[in-house]
């Protein structure tokens, strides 16, 4: 279904979507917030399930005490309580240990010394649950046709790239909207010119990515409520992502990033990540471990020791050029740091749809949510779906129908399965070596769940095994969990 937001010239050009709400729940009172809670707001839940402490701040008319209320959809969850004071025309206050879940209105009022309520104001909306950051290039940032996509979902929020809170729908990410200079600020040469990119970007043809899908998935599994912070941008590398950068702010991707996470409240429960294309050649490619691995202890020092991250494994590109020899390396990089990154953990794509050249299609992003949700809920609420297949053993074996392959798995969630006919694995003589045409059948043993064999017309004495081997190779074995093999290769042969 093709998105359908509405927009006005009268909303200005940032943080469009919800000024209209913010007239029309505050107009009536004096007391003004201007830091610290929004409506539409996830706040980042802490280990207890409750709420880590907030501090709220505005202006006002009067002086006295500052009082909060919290209602939920039909009661009080918590009574008029004391938070903090109000003087010389400022007040604020500290919310803290407020319940996982919502929708959630928190009201704040001022009462004078002679006890009587002098002014009053409303936040709506507002979540208390886990915020994830999407962050990387163009399949995070989401380029799937607006065609079936994800619907909206009460309890996922998103913190847009205008720095403000709305119910996540559909493009996620849009540029245009950001005040920071790393993404459109300094291409747009007029409101008027960032209003119409913004118009374009919501009511185009493209724009579908996995961190709706992603967030609805974990809603049905765990009821918790769930924020996005939309932060990736298409098209861009490892060394524009360089966190030594942080420090520009705005003028850069990590800091643009940072900036949005401080802004939301500066908490999150972890980071899902997609990007390495731009990285697939063959300069920058030799240095991608390394620089995924600086990366991604940026994010645990700058928002936690042991943040999970998780990421996409590089899928398909259709292209002419038959020389993947890099594009194969940055997947077989991405499988190796798998474990070496833990928390986290990696997920496939390589058997996916396309709706264009190299983007993952809006069917294959669910799917990619699909997975990410489940390595989630095994890894941080005992959710029992593994990582997946890994290749666990591969081994020459005889038959009476002459030389074969077998391949064990490890993590495979019940059996390996296909849709039609087993399908990409070669194998080569060396490690560059072009594809040996030796391989005449696959199949997916009965009575070895967790197993593949090659049928081989003739053995080479010296062999390499692969799995997606390529630009654009047809891959379609999974498990039942719709777990992917994973791109790997050359592995010997013993």
Known sequence: MKSNYKLTKNFGSVGIYALLLTFLCISSF???IEKGLAHYQVLQANPEDKSFPVEVSGTCADTGKVERRIVGLAYEIE???EVGSA???????TLKDIPLGGPYTIEFQIRDVNGKVKEKTIVNDVLVGDIWILA???NMYGVGNLEDVTEPHPLVHLYSMAYQWRIAKEPIHVLAESPDPVHYSRVLKSEEERFQRIKEAINGQKGAGLGLPFAVEMIKRTGRPIGLIASAHGGTSMEQWNPDLKDKGGESLYGSMYKQVQSA???VRGVLWYQGESDASKDPQPLYKERMRKLVQAFRNDFG?????YYVQIGRFVLENPDATYWNKLQNDQLELEKELAPGGMVVSIDLELDDLIHAGTEGLK??????ANRVERDMFGGKITSGPRVEKVERISSPYGPQVKITFSGVNGKLISAGKPSGFTISTAEEAPILPCIYKITLPENEPNAVILWITKMPEQAFLWYGRGFDPYCNIVDEAQMAIPVFGPISIP
Not at 87 to 93: I, S
Request: aromatic fraction near 14%.
């Open 305 to 309: 020791a042991d943040l999970p991250f």
């Open 87 to 93: 003087e010389n025309g400022q007040w604020k206050a």
């Open 79 to 81: 009574p008029w309580t």
């Open 30 to 32: 004096a007391i003004t």
């Open 136 to 138: 990387g290039q163009s």
């Open 265 to 267: 409240g500066g908490k």
């Open 367 to 372: 799917i990619l949510g699909y997975r990410l």
